[in-house]
């Protein structure tokens, strides 16, 4: 079992900066994939970033060059670094801990909300 937990959330103006923390508790997750996951008010919830378990990341293109994803697994935790934040990227904010194996089972934590707004 894993549980995570979103921290880091809260109201930023435009062109600020918030930094995202998903703490797992457990089991360790550094032989895992982590993501992360948007959910706007009244949408689906969306894909923003991934980090494999060797540190490569991917992003959507609409967060790539403001958002970096990270990992310390010595502190068990995952990060998103989220810089010239838009209004659009309003949303609550989930991670996820992808599973080990096809039959496994992925985690989420229960979100976090960043709201950007002057």
């Known amino acids: 079992q894993v549980q995570l937990a979103e921290s880091g959330g809260g109201l930023v103006q435009p062109g600020g900066s918030l930094r995202l923390s998903c703490a797992a508790s457990?089991?360790?997750?550094?032989?895992?994939?982590m993501g992360w996951y948007r959910q706007a008010s009244g949408k689906q919830r969306e894909w923003v970033a991934s980090?494999?378990?060797?540190?490569?990341?991917t992003y959507d293109d609409s967060v790539k060059g403001r958002f970096t994803i990270s990992r310390d697994n010595a502190k068990n935790t995952m990060y998103l670094q989220m810089n010239s934040l838009k209004p659009e990227d309003t949303a609550v904010y989930y991670c996820?801990?992808?599973?080990?194996?096809?039959?496994?089972?992925?985690?989420w934590g229960q979100g976090t909300q960043v709201t950007v707004s002057s």
């Open positions: 980090i494999t378990s060797s540190g490569s990341t």
């Open positions: 996820k801990a992808v599973p080990l194996t096809s039959s496994g089972r992925e985690y």
């Open positions: 457990g089991s360790i997750i550094s032989n895992r994939g």
